[in-house]
């Protein structure tokens, strides 16, 4: 059932001003793990993005359409649920190929195939229902059309006590648990109250094979080497996969 038939409104944490504002200096400051391992892998799954008309869906800031117009995408269709993220997408963005939507993901109706690429960058794990965005996905692509997206990794979405430290505050492993068991999960990330929806990667890749989709690629990216260099600390990353990445096509 998505959130418009459940009578739900959907998340919008974004817009938390105390949300915003730490989400923000994290992506100015490339402190995450954005750009040390989630953008580059995203962009190594795409296809020639040339002549393409484009979907984004979580647009955020606006970097990717930007990005895809300048590796010569024909247009980009850009939607948040997030006001403050699309103001901030509009005030960086001086393109008329680039449309911003203001719309949750679960609410979008894109019409039927006229994209040749969906794209969604660490979004649909903030969605309750995953498989009516797949078959929604699946009906606004072309024919050949490409659906490659990102989430937080399920062994992160699984369990939210994530590290667990020593005495001395060293990390010695990280919890995984409640694997099997899908569903919501309320976590702390800058405020309290972050909800996210926890699937197995069985439940990804399965929706997407089940929707008629062909699967391309599954990726559990590391940190860059160029990454590495500049924060020596991310090596820790390689000890749990922070994110999923999948790439699948409409025959």
């Not at 409104?9 to 750009?35: C, H, W």
């Not at 970097?63 to 960086?92: C, H, I, W």
């Amino acid at each position: 059932m998505s959130t418009a038939e459940s009578g739900q409104d959907p998340q919008n944490i974004y817009d938390n001003t105390e949300f915003f504002v730490g989400y923000k200096a994290l992506r100015q400051n490339d402190s995450g793990l954005n750009g040390a391992m989630e953008i580059p892998a995203l962009r190594s799954m795409l296809p020639a993005l040339s002549g393409r008309s484009i979907l984004d869906l979580g647009c955020g800031f606006g970097d990717f359409a930007r990005y895809a117009r300048q590796a010569g995408a024909a247009s980009v269709v850009a939607v948040d649920v997030s006001a403050r993220m699309l103001d901030e997408a509009v005030g960086q963005t001086d393109d008329r190929a680039i449309a911003y939507r203001h719309s949750s993901i679960e609410q979008y109706l894109p019409e039927a195939k006229s994209f040749d690429l969906v794209v969604s960058s660490l979004a649909l794990h903030y969605v309750p229902d995953y498989e009516a965005v797949v078959h929604r996905v699946y009906a606004a692509l072309k024919p050949g059309g490409w659906f490659v997206f990102s989430v937080e990794h399920p062994t992160c979405t699984a369990n939210s006590m994530g590290w667990i430290r020593n005495a001395a505050g060293e990390s010695v492993g990280w919890s995984l648990d409640h694997y099997q068991e899908e569903g919501r999960r309320a976590t702390t990330w800058f405020v309290d109250g972050v909800i996210k929806y926890h699937r197995t990667i069985a439940t990804y890749v399965n929706t997407l094979i089940r929707a008629g989709f062909r699967v391309q690629m599954l990726c559990e990216p590391t940190p860059t080497a160029e990454a590495l260099a500049l924060r020596p600390a991310l090596l820790a990353e390689n000890r749990r996969p922070p994110f999923l990445l999948l790439a699948a096509v409409r025959p």
